[in-house]
């Protein structure tokens, strides 16, 4: 019989990646937030790297997955919004570790659209954005409707009936209606059904279940701390909502809107129902009050999410697993929370973008506690998950890995700006293209953001914005027309667009036909000589 310790040590390390939909960067006491308390991500963070400036490459969901998952940007995976399929012929993160002999298990959800190519016209996955990524089995998926948690709080005697969204309603409102007040009472499930504690409790079983020298691929989903915005006991009352830094706005929202066409646009298609099932109105007149209170139950939101994730560590480190266990945790995209008198995601704005990052090797300790200051990018975490277990990035790939950082050692070269993309057409309803009068294709934005600027180019004529940050970190003041910032403005372009010219689809770019055959690269065979 072979000795454990040496198996174990020999063999590929086991793979951990947790997301916690709509989580903000800022929204994680490591990072320095004075109200929010997540112990057990900071545990994470002391044995592992902090990234504090890490953005999501595209929002809302489906795109934002789809550039974690790819390591492409969304020019090159063209998942533009959610139900845009993705394309079968891009390869993924659960493919590739499929390929290392992994056997990657979801728990959750995934929000990939699939390829209608590549299925029968009739086939009822058309129907739905929620999708599963191609190379994941499924241990428990839980789509937005919810209803495999829902027979789990049913079959622990919770009256369920009330369906999604409006389980997640106080439950004294179920089935009644509100005057759009917000308030801190709780919903009828408790801290130890949520949706998030019912994941964990099937992750750990599914771990009870591995076999100790078999290394295996988990991704937790979890919809927290994503609305409807509600949090049993002692979550909902954890915060005081006039606790929180100040939100970042202008006067009024009817100032929002008068500074560009898109915030006119966006603000008014914002409803209280998307957040808060039954609210009535618009999100934009909800009031300082109610957005106090929204944010403290998005905080305990985030505490609750987090005493789910310390379930997990002991799981993982009860199965004897922890030193084996590669950890990411992240987030897609971010919260505007207020901010701009907006809730959700999307736009241009950093609260929407920037997301949490920690990833901890315990093969690498050079750098345990370590906070990484300079920017990195969904992109990212395909290209890093490959590079710790041992293997290239393909060279197609738009993200970077981050190894380095992870032992101690800062790339000279690295990039001196994050990228997002926005897309924002409407192709069922054309609702956008409508309103600005332009085609799907001019729908979009896109952002290069520096430490001291911010430069939002958009399609369709729709006019710039430049922001400069070291004197406007609301992001209120546009200097676009500004002729002073003239020069900024005129380089951040040329830099937008030479980042679009060097990372438009390399797929077959990079390989060449040769009187010697095929040199280069293509992506799913192995690399060719020339």
Same mark, same amino acid.
């Given at each position: 019989?072979?000795?454990?310790?040496?198996?174990?040590? &020999?063999?590929?390390?086991?793979?951990?990646?947790?997301?916690?939909?709509?989580?903000?960067?800022?929204?994680?006491?490591?990072?320095?937030?004075?109200?929010?308390?997540?112990?057990?991500?900071?545990?994470?963070?002391?044995?592992?790297?902090?990234?504090?400036?890490?953005?999501?490459?595209?929002?809302?969901?489906?795109?934002?997955?789809?550039?974690?998952?790819?390591?492409?940007?969304?020019?090159?995976?063209?998942?533009?919004?959610?139900?845009?399929?993705?394309?079968?012929?891009?390869?993924?993160?659960?493919?590739?570790?499929?390929?290392?002999?992994?056997?990657?298990?979801?728990?959750?959800?995934?929000?990939?659209?699939?390829?209608?190519?590549?299925?029968?016209?009739?086939?009822?996955?058309?129907?739905?954005?929620?999708?599963?990524?191609?190379?994941?089995?499924?241990?428990?998926?839980?789509?937005?409707?919810?209803?495999?948690?829902?027979?789990?709080?049913?079959?622990?005697?919770?009256? =369920?009936?009330?369906?999604?969204?409006?389980?997640?309603?106080?439950?004294?409102?179920?089935?009644?209606?509100?005057?759009?007040?917000?308030?801190?009472?709780?919903?009828?499930?408790?801290?130890?059904?949520?949706?998030?504690?019912?994941?964990?409790?099937?992750?750990?079983?599914?771990?009870?279940?591995?076999?100790?020298?078999?290394?295996?691929?988990?991704?937790?989903?979890?919809?927290?701390?994503?609305?409807?915005?509600?949090?049993?006991?002692?979550?909902?009352?954890?915060?005081?909502?006039?606790?929180?830094?100040?939100?970042? %706005?202008?006067?009024?929202?009817?100032?929002?809107?008068?500074?560009?066409?898109?915030?006119?646009?966006?603000?008014?298609?914002?409803?209280?129902?998307?957040?808060?099932?039954?609210?009535? *109105?618009?999100?934009?007149?909800?009031?300082?009050?109610?957005?106090?209170?929204?944010?403290?139950?998005?905080?305990?939101?985030?505490?609750?999410?987090?005493?789910?994730?310390?379930?997990?560590?002991?799981?993982?480190? *009860?199965? *004897?697993?922890?030193?084996?266990?590669?950890?990411?945790?992240?987030?897609?995209?971010?919260?505007?929370?207020? &901010?701009?008198?907006?809730?959700?995601?999307?736009?241009?704005?950093?609260? =929407?973008?920037?997301?949490?990052?920690?990833?901890?090797?315990?093969?690498?300790?050079?750098?345990?506690?370590?906070?990484?200051?300079?920017?990195?990018?969904?992109?990212?975490?395909?290209?890093?998950?490959?590079?710790?277990?041992?293997?290239?990035?393909?060279?197609?790939? &738009?993200?970077?890995?981050?190894?380095?950082?992870?032992?101690?050692?800062?790339?000279?070269?690295?990039?001196?700006?994050?990228?997002?993309?926005?897309?924002?057409?409407?192709?069922?309803?054309?609702?956008?293209?409508?309103?600005?009068?332009?085609?799907?294709?001019?729908?979009?934005?896109?952002?290069? %953001?520096?430490?001291?600027?911010?430069?939002?180019?958009?399609?369709?004529?729709?006019?710039?914005?430049?922001? &400069?940050?070291?004197?406007?970190?609301?992001?209120?003041?546009?200097?676009?027309?500004?002729?002073?910032?003239?020069?900024?403005?005129?380089?951040?372009?040329?830099?937008?667009?030479?980042?679009?010219?060097?990372?438009?689809?390399?797929?077959?770019?990079?390989?060449?036909?040769?009187?010697?055959?095929?040199?280069?690269?293509?992506?799913?065979?192995?690399?060719?000589?020339?």
């Amino acid at each position: 019989m072979k000795d454990t310790a040496l198996v174990r040590k &020999d063999r590929r390390p086991n793979v951990l990646l947790i997301t916690c939909d709509q989580w903000r960067s800022d929204c994680l006491s490591a990072a320095g937030h004075k109200v929010v308390r997540t112990p057990n991500a900071d545990a994470l963070a002391a044995e592992g790297v902090l990234f504090r400036q890490h953005y999501g490459g595209a929002a809302p969901c489906s795109p934002a997955r789809a550039c974690l998952y790819t390591g492409l940007y969304q020019m090159n995976n063209r998942v533009c919004r959610n139900g845009t399929p993705l394309d079968a012929r891009h390869g993924n993160i659960a493919l590739s570790a499929r390929s290392l002999g992994y056997d990657p298990t979801l728990f959750g959800y995934t929000d990939v659209s699939p390829d209608p190519r590549t299925l029968a016209p009739g086939d009822p996955r058309l129907k739905s954005y929620e999708g599963v990524l191609p190379g994941f089995t499924v241990r428990q998926l839980l789509p937005e409707h919810q209803k495999p948690w829902l027979s789990w709080l049913k079959a622990r005697g919770i009256e =369920s009936s009330a369906g999604f969204p409006d389980i997640h309603r106080p439950a004294d409102e179920v089935g009644a209606g509100t005057d759009g007040a917000v308030t801190s009472a709780p919903p009828v499930y408790s801290k130890d059904e949520t949706p998030a504690a019912f994941l964990t409790g099937e992750f750990a079983r599914w771990l009870d279940e591995q076999e100790r020298d078999t290394p295996w691929f988990a991704h937790l989903s979890f919809l927290s701390p994503h609305p409807p915005f509600i949090v049993p006991e002692p979550y909902n009352r954890m915060y005081d909502p006039a606790e929180g830094p100040a939100f970042h %706005r202008a006067v009024s929202w009817q100032a929002e809107a008068e500074s560009h066409p898109y915030l006119a646009y966006n603000l008014d298609l914002q409803e209280r129902s998307n957040f808060r099932p039954g609210a009535e *109105g618009k999100v934009r007149d909800w009031g300082d009050d109610n957005f106090g209170r929204i944010r403290a139950l998005y905080y305990g939101m985030i505490s609750e999410v987090d005493a789910q994730l310390g379930r997990i560590w002991q799981a993982v480190k *009860g199965a *004897g697993a922890w030193d084996d266990t590669i950890v990411v945790l992240t987030s897609d995209h971010a919260e505007m929370m207020g &901010d701009h008198y907006m809730l959700g995601k999307g736009g241009f704005f950093d609260g =929407s973008y920037h997301i949490p990052l920690i990833i901890r090797d315990p093969r690498r300790r050079k750098a345990a506690g370590a906070k990484v200051d300079r920017f990195t990018e969904a992109v990212d975490i395909a290209p890093t998950l490959l590079a710790l277990l041992g293997e290239e990035t393909p060279p197609h790939f &738009d993200g970077r890995s981050l190894k380095p950082f992870l032992d101690a050692v800062e790339p000279g070269d690295w990039r001196e700006a994050a990228h997002w993309e926005f897309d924002f057409r409407s192709v069922a309803e054309g609702d956008a293209e409508r309103h600005f009068g332009i085609g799907p294709r001019q729908c979009n934005l896109a952002v290069i %953001r520096t430490k001291q600027f911010k430069y939002v180019h958009f399609g369709g004529g729709l006019p710039p914005l430049l922001f &400069d940050l070291e004197q406007d970190r609301d992001e209120l003041t546009n200097v676009a027309a500004d002729p002073a910032y003239l020069p900024v403005r005129l380089e951040l372009a040329e830099r937008l667009l030479a980042w679009r010219a060097e990372h438009l689809d390399q797929s077959l770019a990079l390989a060449e036909l040769t009187d010697d055959g095929v040199a280069g690269h293509v992506p799913g065979l192995p690399p060719f000589q020339s």
